[in-house]
């Protein structure tokens, strides 16, 4: 494209024009075929899921399916910490019961808010108190830092223990005993999200959102600073990154993400019990969060629905869900031992080996699989 | 211009650096000495990773030490590693780009073509999209070697960047090392075991043995000092 088809141009905007040629062109370039593919099937699943899917099953599934998008942001954050910037928390679980309190509280002492903003600040508030459960993270890696948050998630759960969630009392706890009346606390849901479908389809768009947010700031200045400070933090360092700065902005996100689902949690069916967030939860946590994988967006949805929809399944079948103790377990002692990065890349990994060698027994002339 | 004065490190009873006096005028400057001499420490001290128990360093006039190390590096004060640590998860455009986005004069509109420039200033080739994870260890030392000189680096410290090249390499290497004060006007500091590429590369070589410094002036002179031999090749009395 040269200048001389475009009278339209000024010469002061020449080189300006010439300069985004190059830099569209450019960008062009990179978007290559995969990504194309890959885009297209993110959003027809995002868009069967979103709209197909709650007329195919019943309310109950509905509802499940409501638990698995909420704990996807959970998962999500988690994956975050842990595959992009190298920080093992144990105690996210008790950050969602965090941002469930928020998001109650804040339910009762300003009922006028709308939904959305409500959200906003709950993600805001849990962000701040994640934080500053980070600030350890500064000093302290690996081993230590996931003792560090397991001990505050148990001081979590014990206050919890003591001050129960809001049920519209006084003072700022904002609970009296007097007004105990059902054993869970809930946030009430505007009308337009009143029914089951309309809160699925809400919360899919919530979480839709959490995982672009999570996608945009891996592909930043953000995510590569995460991966400078993950790989050693002395390069880090040593390439201009504040090591601490960034730390800290990954505890920040990730508080803000499971402070949302703690929103929606108090909004969805079951509401929020205070046993319902046990410290050793954060534990099944990491592990399910390391099975479906860190290092890939999949990985989190993989493990929401290895936590939220295999127990359902498993009762549907009859079975014990105590079988997912020991599921988990070896779950993750393979996982680690044969595919570090999770089911999402070892499951089509070995589909497609397995694809290679039934053909090369049915060509009879393909090269054998070496015996393993 | 680098000037370091009474620079003692102390690490519990050890004494890693003691009383280091030394000037890097300009050009590449040589440190070399017998493995544990305190080279390395010497670098991470001015990168920030290791606090001195007393002395000073100056960098063109500014106070270094009194800097956070992330502020060092956008400062203009880059380095390379031992053992290299170009970043696996990151793709080659985004190694280089990201010391350039964190560095003082870093603008996003010269971003690319800054980075491009490093590469090829380097001689790097192929794509800059390749991950680094599925590069060799010769390539990876350049990318490294990139992300020290990209934008407007000041003082460039080069950790054995020849250790485990075969010879040809390490004859590329010294041409790119010998440009980078030639054209991009930084001040280099070259640690390496190889005397053939210390002495194509440096003007001026300071020896350190046991965190001492022993010798320090051309490099020729140096290598030819009594000291320095005893130093590398140990004296009969020690024994």
Request: hydrophobic residues 50%; neutral net charge.
């Amino acid at each position: 494209m040269s200048v001389a088809e475009e009278p339209e141009v000024s010469a002061a905007d020449r080189p300006r024009a010439a300069a985004v040629g190059t830099w569209l062109r450019a960008t062009a370039s990179e978007i290559e075929r995969p990504t194309a593919i890959r885009a297209a099937v993110v959003a027809a699943l995002f868009l069967f899921v979103l709209l197909a899917l709650p007329g195919l099953v019943s309310t109950f599934w509905l509802q499940i399916g409501t638990t698995v998008a909420i704990y996807s942001i959970v998962t999500l954050s988690l994956a975050l910490l842990v595959g992009r910037v190298g920080l093992v928390s144990l105690g996210q679980i008790s950050l969602l019961a965090v941002g469930g309190w928020v998001a109650v509280r804040l339910g009762f002492a300003a009922p006028g808010l709308p939904f959305p903003l409500l959200l906003v600040a709950t993600g805001v508030i849990t962000g701040a108190v994640g934080t500053l459960i980070g600030l350890p993270a500064l000093r302290l890696s690996g081993l230590y830092l996931a003792l560090i948050t397991l001990m505050a998630a148990a001081a979590i759960s014990v206050a919890l223990q003591v001050t129960n969630f809001p049920n519209g009392g006084p003072g700022f706890l904002g609970y009296s005993g007097a007004l105990a009346g059902s054993v869970s606390a809930k946030l009430h849901r505007p009308d337009w999200l009143a029914s089951s479908a309309s809160f699925y389809r809400w919360v899919v768009v919530v979480a839709a959102v959490m995982f672009a947010l999570g996608v945009l700031h891996v592909r930043s200045r953000a995510g590569r600073s995460w991966a400078a400070i993950r790989q050693s933090e002395p390069s880090a360092i040593a390439a201009g990154v504040n090591v601490t700065l960034y730390k800290l902005w990954a505890f920040a996100l990730a508080s803000f993400m499971t402070g949302i689902a703690g929103g929606l949690l108090a909004a969805s069916a079951g509401g929020l019990t205070t046993y319902g967030f046990p410290a050793q939860d954060s534990i099944t946590l990491l592990a399910v969060v390391l099975m479906g994988g860190v290092f890939s967006f999949w990985g989190p949805v993989v493990a929401a629905l290895l936590l939220k929809l295999l127990p359902e399944l498993l009762k549907n079948w009859g079975l014990p869900p105590d079988l997912l103790t020991i599921l988990f377990g070896l779950g993750v002692l393979q996982v680690m031992l044969t595919a570090p990065a999770g089911l999402v890349v070892q499951v089509p990994r070995d589909l497609a080996g397995l694809v290679a060698m039934v053909r090369g027994r049915l060509a009879g002339t393909g090269p054998a699989e070496p015996a393993e | 211009m680098i000037e370091v004065s009474a620079l003692t490190v102390r690490f519990g009873g050890v004494t890693p650096l003691d009383s280091m006096s030394v000037t890097f005028p300009a050009g590449t400057c040589g440190l070399i000495g017998p493995n544990g001499a305190g080279k390395t420490t010497f670098f991470n001290v001015l990168s920030g990773f290791v606090t001195p128990a007393a002395g000073a360093v100056r960098a063109f006039g500014e106070d270094l030490l009194a800097m956070a190390g992330y502020r060092r590096a956008r400062w203009g004060l880059r380095r390379t590693f031992q053992t290299e640590q170009a970043i696996e998860a990151l793709s080659v455009f985004d190694n280089v780009g990201l010391v350039h986005e964190h560095s003082a004069g870093g603008h996003r509109a010269t971003r690319r073509q800054d980075v491009l420039t490093a590469l090829e200033f380097v001689g790097l080739a192929g794509s800059p999209k390749e991950s680094v994870a599925t590069l060799g260890v010769r390539e990876r030392r350049l990318v490294e070697v990139a992300r020290a000189v990209v934008g407007s680096p000041r003082v460039v410290l080069l950790d054995e960047p020849a250790a485990g090249l075969p010879d040809e390499e390490t004859q590329h290497l010294a041409r790119v090392i010998r440009r980078i004060p030639e054209q991009l006007g930084a001040l280099v500091v070259l640690v390496d075991h190889d005397m053939s590429l210390v002495s194509a590369c440096c003007d001026v070589t300071a020896v350190l043995d046991f965190g001492k410094l022993i010798a320090s002036g051309p490099t020729a002179e140096v290598l030819r000092d009594e000291r320095v031999i005893k130093a590398y090749l140990g004296t009969e009395d020690k024994v």
